[in-house]
Each structure stands twice: as structure tokens, then as C-alpha cells.
């Protein structure tokens, strides 16, 4: 009787057991795929949010090419042409845009334009000279309020003041879309612009200049001094007070917050030695400091992982050590530190906050073409336009993220197909 | 200016290589010897002779020209009197003219003046630089060509200076350490010198607009941190709350239970999220997270900031999770199989093991695993300047708008820098307090990780 019942007791106490042990194991299993499901969801935010930059609304514009209006005669000569007076042909194009315009509204339709438009129309023209006094059907690009209706990212259901455009805007809009004077097609701008306080004509390719122009820097820095000190202290050092400190000082700058390196560039790279603001050459100079230890530590695990098979083997038939070392055990290190260097990298492109501190974060119009030229980076540009108030600028953020994002990968998988590659296993 | 005398070295280093081999070859043929080490170390050494003199005079030029050039332009430049100028501008305005000559109209005399001056010193400047590259690699190879000789030990010295070299590269980042070290004090010295250090620490008032011209109107500022402190430490707790459970249960499950087909899949998919940069979490608690927790905390009758620091505090989570998990997985496996197979051996079931087992064992590298979190939540950046508030708010509501330490430093270095100006300098404060307790979470942690890795081993 009593042996039934602690028998009853045991099974019931083991199947709670049980139960808890699943239990546990259930709450392992969540929390990794709450995990996993919030980089899904930040990926989809991302793609979701931004896929729509990669295109752009065109409107099409019938344009006079007048010669009395541009002031030009069909032999002008190409520095003639250059000065013609295209505003007023745009002008013209826009009041004959719509049948029957009053003034105010044709200040209304004016704003549906870019700025750009002006030079749209010039170009144009500058490219096929023959169309002087002919009326040519043209498509230029809109304003962004009109592409971000279109796309559905602004509401046309909101009060008229909390709108961008203006009722009797929207009606001229929408005019547009059943005459069919009006189309989507992809972004060019965005791949060959720097950025601009327009988003419509905002790109990347600055930023993206900036942004190779930096890790190049980062790469001719960070890569020999790390290949140095690894070798050093992985190979000649002696083991005393002073080696201990280097070591302890690598491991704790490893970890040191992005944002003090961006105060020592200012503090010390501008201030001091009064290098150019905002330009990729302190950016570099920063970020290279802040991915030295990363690289270091990664150089020196694929130093170790050379059997000393090797290096005896050198100094048996005579090598010096320094022989040895840079003739034997270097070459065969070199993949796995190429790999660090290159998650190094990874990690620099990502960074901003430094960037920020040394000024890189300058409205800079124009596509930087050296080391010494203020210029933006890719983080920066995203910060910017995230933190802008133009509505248009947040398809472009996200947008710019996938940039990055790709950027990231295509170097990690260049990382990895090293180490698969050239890698050995001893 | 530069490329071309990067070209120039160039050039140099190469015709001093190739003359360093023949002449050491010709110089044995002569003597009739063999020389005592192969002829490229020879020629290294040439080349070494060449570069390095060259490269400190180059580099000075690049650090040194433009300070030097300024200063000789500002000191000749006639001020007239009475007139109240800005060094900064009128440096900005005086090259502005000198590069671009068509901004020359309307411009006084004295600062066209100052232009042409500059420009001439400029193009002194250019050609003394390439003349004194020229005859320093010259002077270098000169020196280096009477050691040619076979019974010379080139093969000694080159690796002694390959030494030298590699103890460079290695102190790099004791220089670095150094750099970092004393540009926060020397800045926060001169912040202490207005501000009292009481105040800074343990005042509650943060605000910091003190008039940068004269006659503005700006009552006095204030630079007590706490509000700061307190704000930090809000989003840190946060975050530590989403990514320490989350990332913990998730190294447990990868170690202890996962499959190897799950763990090679889930290991790389946790990389990429360590991998993303920290302004895509700054969008996504921007424009995901932010209005979830504003209209979250609407259905729960709270009134949510846009900038709350819970949006900030989770989404800066995520970003830890992957740090934790790696760290912690590391840490588990490292726990002695012995002591797993003891366990289970007297019929605990895997739960209990990992409860009662292998999580005593492994807390020391667990908590060592949450420090270096912590410290990586507490110098974050981009997250909170975009997700979090710029106004110090003392309070412990996390739907409350608050502000942190690397907030403070971006807001007061984004403008205007003005290195007079308490408000400018606080940036370094700020920095100063970032960096010590950083260093001092890593020490702490490196230090538990190292003495558990010690007990295992």
C-alpha cells in the first residue's frame, strides 16, 4: 500500500521534472528565435521602407525651344549655348503646362517641378542642339512631394495644412496620373549624386566616395602597423613588464567606446596637428586607431595558428630568426590576417559617431576626389537624412542602409571566401 | 602637392635600391672579396637611409605647413584699430580669397593683401619642401654608400632596424592610449577651471548655454550631470534587461541543447546581427520602435515621449544580444564535461544540470560576460542620439524622454566649436567620465573572465 503511493509520488515528481526540463528548453528555444525574428523584422523594416527610393517620378513637359525666347540663333557657338535662357523657356513650358493657368496657380503647379528641371531642360538641349525652335515632349523629374504622393508615402486623407500639397495641387496631380503624363522609373540620381537639400536629387555616391576614401586610409594605416606589432609581440618580444603593458593596453582600447577615439581625432588630429576638418584622411586616421586592436588581435591568432615546425625548421638550416619569421611564418599567416583586416574594415565602414566628432558631418554637395577634400561617409549621410524633417529623406535612409548593408556583406564574404580558400589546417 | 612627392619618394627609395645593389657588387668585384651578406640587404639599407628621413620630413610638412604658414600671415596681417576680428573667420575668409581669386571683389585691402601673401608663403612652402625631400634622401643615400663595404654586417643592421620598426608598431597603441589619456584631461582641466568639479558630478541642473558673444541675453549655465548620469544608466538597465535574459536562454539552448545543423545556422545569423552598424538600429528604434512604444503606452493610459528611453533601452538590447550570447556561449562550453556528466549521472535531467550545475559553475564568466555589455550599452551612441531625447530629464520612467553621456557629447560638438566655451569643453568632461568607467567595467571583467578561464584549466 504505502509502496504504491511513493511509487505514485516518484512518477508524478519525475513527469513535473520532465515537464520543467522541457519547459526550459522551451524558453532557450524563444529567446533565440526572438532574436532571430527581430532581425527578420529589422531587415523587413528596412526593405519595406526604403525599396521605394530606388525609383523616381517623372514628369512629362512639353518645352518650346524658342530661339527668341532662349536668345540664342541655331549657329551660336557652344559657349553661347551654355548661356542661353532656359529658365525663361521653363518658365514658358510650366504656364503652358496646364490649359488656362491663373497666376496663383501657376505658382501651385511650379512647386510639382524640381529644382533640377532648369537643368534638365538645358541639358537637353546642349545634347541635341537641332531642336531650336521646335516644341519637344520631355521628361523631367518631379518634386518629391509629388513623388512621395505617388508612392503612397505621404497621406492625401490629412487636413490641408498638415499637407505638403495643397488641394488644388492634388487635383492637378491627379490630372496628371489619368492623362498619363506622369511615371515611375528607376533612381539613377540616387547612384550618381551626392547629397543635395532637395530629395529628389539626393544620392549616395558621395557618401560613398567618402566612405572608400576613408577605409583606403583606414587599410594603408591599420594594415602594415597591426602586421608589425602582431609579429612583434607574437614573435620577438621578450616577456617582460614593458610587453604585458602593450597586451593589457590592446585588450582595453579594444574596448574602448567609438565616440572617445572621435574626441581624440578632435582633440589631438585637429587641434594639435591641425589636419583638414571632415576630411577622409583624419576620418581614416581615426577609425584606423579604433580597428588597430581588432586587427592585432586577429593577426596574432593566425600567427599562433603557424606550427613552429615551420620557423625551427628555417632556423635549423641557417635562416635568422628575422629570416625566418618574415620568409616562413608571415606568407603563411598572411590569409588569416587579410581576413581580420578585412572584418576590421567591416567594422570601420559601420562606424559614425567618431566620424561625426571630426566634422564629417558637413553638408557636402559635391562627390569628393581625394584624401584631402571635406567629404561625407555612408553611416553619416544616414544619420543626416534620418535626422532630417523632409519627409522624402526617409525612403533614402533606408535605402542608403541597404547600400551599407550590401557593402557589409559583399566584405564579409570576400572574409570568408579567404579563409576558406587559403586557409590550412595543419 | 602631397601625391606628387609620394611619387617623388617613391622614385627615390627605387633608383637608391637598385644603386645600393650595383654599388656593393662593383665595390667586391674591386676588392676582390665577397661581401659579408647578400647584396639586396645592402641595398635595403640604402633604401632605408632614403626613406625614413624622407618620411619624417614629409610627414612634418603635412602636420606643420598650414599651422606655420597661418601664423606667419596672421601676424603680419594689419589689423586696424578698433575693428573686432575673429581669427577663425578671418583665417576662413583670407584662404577662401587665396584659392578662389573671383571672391576677391569686395574684399578689404587688407585681407587681399593677406591673400597674396598667403599664397606666396604657400608656393615658398611647396618648392623648399620638394628641394628639402630631394636633398634628404640624397644626404641619406650619401651616408648609407660609404658603409658599402663587403666586410659591412648589412644583414645585422637591417634586422636590428626591423626591430625598431616592429617596436613602433607595437607602441602605436600605447600612443594611442596616451593620446586619448591626454586630450580628455588637458580639455577637462580647462572645463574644471570654470566649472567647479562639484557641480559637474553632483549638481541635478544640465544646462548648458552659456553666451558666446557678448551682450547675448543667455542666463548663466549650469553643468550638473546627473540628470546625464542618471539617464545613461536608465537606458543601460533597459537594455541589459531585454538582451541579458534573451541572450543568456539563447547561449544555454546553442550550447547545450541545439542540434550542430542549428547551431551552424543560428552562429552565423547572430553574427550578422553583431555586424550591422548601430545607426541601422538608430532607424529602426526611430522608425519601428519608437511608435510601437508610443502607441503602446497610449493603450496602457501612459503618455509616451517620441524619444523614450525604452525604445532607445530595447532596441540597444538587441544590439547586446549577439555580444552576450557569443561571450556566454564561450563561457558554457568552457564549463568541464566532467562536471555535466557528474550530474547527469546522478539522474538530474538537463535542466537541473544547467540550473544547478553548470550555471554556478560558469558565473563568473556570465557576470564577466554582462560587464563588457554594460560598458558597450553605456558608449553607444548612435542609437540614443537618434532614438533618445537631448533634454536631461531626472527620472526613472522609462516611457519619460531622457538623455545620455554620448548624447551630450555629439549635441555639444555638432555646432559651432568653440574651445573657450564651457559648453564645447564639457564634451571632454562628459568623455573623460565615458572612458574611465568603461575602462574600469573591462578591467573588472577581463580580470573574473581570466581568473575563471584559470580555475578550468
Redo the contacts between chains.
Keep these: 500500500m504505502n509502496n504504491s503511493i511513493a511509487k505514485e509520488k516518484i512518477v508524478s515528481l519525475r513527469k513535473k521534472?520532465?515537464l520543467?526540463?522541457m519547459?526550459?528548453?522551451y524558453?532557450?528555444?524563444?529567446?533565440?528565435c526572438?532574436?532571430?525574428a527581430?532581425?527578420v523584422?529589422?531587415l523587413y523594416?528596412?526593405f519595406s521602407?526604403g525599396y521605394t527610393a530606388f525609383q523616381k517620378t517623372i514628369v512629362l513637359l512639353e518645352v518650346d525651344y524658342n530661339q527668341e525666347v532662349l536668345k540664342l540663333t541655331p549657329d551660336s557657338s557652344d559657349e553661347d549655348m551654355e548661356k542661353g535662357k532656359f529658365f525663361r523657356v521653363k518658365k514658358q513650358a510650366i504656364e503652358n503646362f496646364f490649359p488656362d493657368l491663373s497666376k496663383s496657380d501657376i505658382k501651385l503647379v511650379k512647386k510639382l517641378f524640381s529644382i533640377n528641371v532648369d537643368k534638365e531642360i538645358k541639358d537637353y538641349f546642349l545634347d541635341n542642339p537641332e531642336v531650336i525652335n521646335t516644341k519637344q515632349q520631355i521628361w523631367v523629374t518631379a518634386h518629391s512631394d509629388v513623388d512621395q504622393l505617388l508612392k503612397g508615402n505621404s497621406r492625401r486623407d490629412v487636413p490641408e495644412d498638415r499637407r505638403k500639397l495643397n488641394d488644388i495641387q492634388l487635383s492637378y496631380v491627379d490630372q496628371l496620373v489619368e492623362e498619363n503624363r506622369v511615371k515611375q522609373v528607376f533612381n539613377n540620381f540616387f547612384f550618381t549624386k551626392a547629397d543635395s537639400r532637395h530629395p529628389e536629387i539626393a544620392g549616395v555616391a558621395g557618401s560613398f566616395m567618402g566612405s572608400l576614401f576613408t577605409l583606403f586610409t583606414v587599410f594603408i594605416l591599420s594594415f602594415?602597423?597591426?602586421?608589425?606589432?602582431s609579429?612583434?609581440?607574437e614573435e620577438?618580444?621578450p616577456k617582460n613588464r614593458i610587453t604585458e603593458?602593450?597586451e593589457v593596453?590592446?585588450?582595453?582600447?579594444a574596448?574602448?567606446?567609438?565616440?572617445?577615439?572621435g574626441?581624440?581625432g578632435?582633440?589631438?588630429l585637429l587641434?594639435?596637428?591641425?589636419?583638414?576638418r571632415s576630411t577622409p584622411l583624419v576620418g581614416g586616421s581615426v577609425l584606423a586607431?579604433m580597428t588597430?586592436?581588432t586587427i592585432?588581435i586577429a593577426c596574432r591568432a593566425s600567427l599562433k595558428a603557424v606550427p613552429p615546425s615551420i620557423k625551427e625548421g628555417a632556423l635549423a638550416v641557417g635562416a635568422?630568426?628575422?629570416q625566418a619569421v618574415?620568409h616562413h611564418v608571415v606568407p603563411l599567416a598572411l590569409p588569416g590576417t587579410l581576413t581580420g583586416t578585412i572584418i576590421g574594415l567591416?567594422?570601420a565602414?559601420?562606424?559614425?559617431?567618431p566620424l561625426?566628432?571630426i566634422g564629417m558631418?558637413a553638408f557636402i554637395p559635391n562627390i569628393p576626389t581625394g584624401l584631402?577634400e571635406p567629404s561625407a561617409a555612408l553611416?553619416v549621410q544616414?544619420?543626416l537624412w534620418?535626422?532630417s524633417a523632409e519627409r522624402g529623406f526617409?525612403e533614402k535612409?533606408?535605402a542608403a542602409?541597404m547600400v551599407?548593408?550590401i557593402f557589409?556583406f559583399m566584405m564579409?564574404a570576400i572574409a570568408v571566401f579567404l579563409r576558406n580558400r587559403f586557409e590550412r589546417k595543419w | 602637392m602631397f601625391f606628387w612627392s609620394l611619387v617623388l619618394i617613391a622614385v627615390g627609395i627605387f633608383s637608391s635600391f637598385i644603386y645600393g645593389r650595383s654599388r656593393i657588387k662593383l665595390n667586391s668585384k674591386k676588392q676582390g672579396t665577397k661581401s659579408k651578406s647578400l647584396p639586396n640587404y645592402y641595398a635595403q639599407y640604402v633604401l632605408m637611409w632614403c626613406l625614413f628621413p624622407a618620411l619624417i620630413v614629409y610627414f612634418s610638412w603635412a602636420i606643420f605647413q598650414e599651422q606655420i604658414i597661418q601664423n606667419i600671415v596672421i601676424s603680419n596681417f594689419e589689423f586696424i584699430e578698433g575693428a573686432v576680428y575673429n581669427e577663425g573667420l578671418l583665417l576662413a575668409e583670407i584662404r577662401n580669397v587665396a584659392n578662389n581669386p573671383s571672391f576677391a571683389d569686395g574684399k578689404s585691402i587688407e585681407i587681399i593683401n593677406a591673400a597674396s601673401h598667403y599664397s606666396s608663403l604657400r608656393q615658398i612652402s611647396q618648392i623648399s619642401f620638394y628641394t628639402s625631400i630631394i636633398i634628404i634622401m640624397l644626404l641619406g643615400a650619401l651616408y648609407a654608400s660609404q658603409k658599402l663595404k663587403p666586410e659591412f654586417h648589412a644583414q645585422h643592421t637591417i634586422e636590428k632596424y626591423i626591430q625598431y620598426i616592429l617596436i613602433f608598431c607595437s607602441s602605436v597603441a600605447i600612443f594611442t592610449t596616451i593620446g586619448i589619456v591626454f586630450s580628455l584631461i588637458f580639455e577637462s582641466l580647462r572645463f574644471f577651471a570654470e566649472v567647479s568639479i562639484f557641480e559637474f558630478l553632483f549638481s541635478t541642473e544640465w544646462y548648458p548655454f552659456i553666451p558666446i558673444r557678448e551682450g547675448q541675453t543667455a542666463a548663466e549655465g549650469s553643468f550638473g550631470a546627473v540628470p546625464i548620469f542618471a539617464g545613461t544608466f536608465l537606458v543601460m538597465v533597459v537594455a541589459m534587461c531585454v538582451a541579458a535574459p534573451l541572450g543568456l536562454l539563447t547561449a544555454i539552448y546553442l550550447a547545450e541543447y541545439a542540434s550542430q545543423r542549428v547551431r551552424k545556422i543560428v552562429k552565423p545569423l547572430l553574427e550578422i546581427l553583431a555586424g550591422i552598424p548601430t545607426i541601422v538600429y538608430g532607424f529602426f528604434a526611430f522608425v519601428s520602435v519608437a511608435p510601437f512604444v508610443k502607441a503602446f503606452g497610449q493603450s496602457i493610459g501612459i503618455d509616451a515621449s517620441p524619444t523614450s528611453a525604452l525604445a532607445a533601452g530595447m532596441v540597444m538590447g538587441v544590439m547586446i544580444i549577439p555580444f552576450i550570447s557569443s561571450l556566454s556561449d564561450d563561457v558554457i562550453n568552457s564549463v568541464p564535461q566532467s562536471l555535466r556528466e557528474a550530474s547527469l549521472g546522478i539522474g538530474a535531467n538537463k535542466a537541473e544540470t544547467i540550473k544547478k550545475v553548470i550555471l554556478p559553475a560558469a558565473l563568473p564568466g556570465i557576470v564577466g560576460a554582462f560587464l563588457l555589455a554594460i560598458s558597450r550599452a553605456i558608449g553607444e551612441t548612435m542609437i540614443v542620439v537618434v532614438a533618445a531625447g537631448t533634454a536631461p530629464n531626472l527620472t526613472g520612467n522609462p516611457f519619460e524622454n531622457v538623455t545620455t553621456v554620448t548624447v551630450q557629447i555629439v549635441v555639444a560638438l555638432i555646432g559651432d566649436q568653440e574651445f573657450d566655451n564651457p559648453r564645447t569643453l564639457s564634451a571632454f568632461a562628459l568623455g573623460l567620465v565615458l572612458f574611465v568607467i568603461t575602462l574600469f567595467l573591462n578591467i573588472i571583467a577581463l580580470q573574473i573572465v581570466k581568473r575563471y578561464r584559470e580555475r578550468y584549466e
Design positions: 521534472r520532465s520543467e526540463d519547459r526550459f528548453k524558453y532557450g528555444f524563444t529567446a533565440m526572438l532574436s532571430l527581430v532581425l523584422f529589422l523594416t528596412i521602407k602594415p602597423i597591426a602586421i608589425g606589432a609579429v612583434y609581440l620577438f618580444a603593458l602593450i593596453n590592446i585588450s582595453n582600447l574596448a574602448v567606446p567609438s565616440i572617445v577615439f574626441l581624440l578632435l582633440g589631438v587641434n594639435v596637428f591641425g589636419l583638414p586607431l588597430l586592436p592585432i635568422t630568426k628575422t618574415f567591416a567594422q565602414l559601420g562606424e559614425t559617431a561625426i566628432m558631418i584631402t553611416p544616414i544619420y534620418v535626422e526617409q535612409s533606408a542602409i551599407i548593408l557589409l564579409n
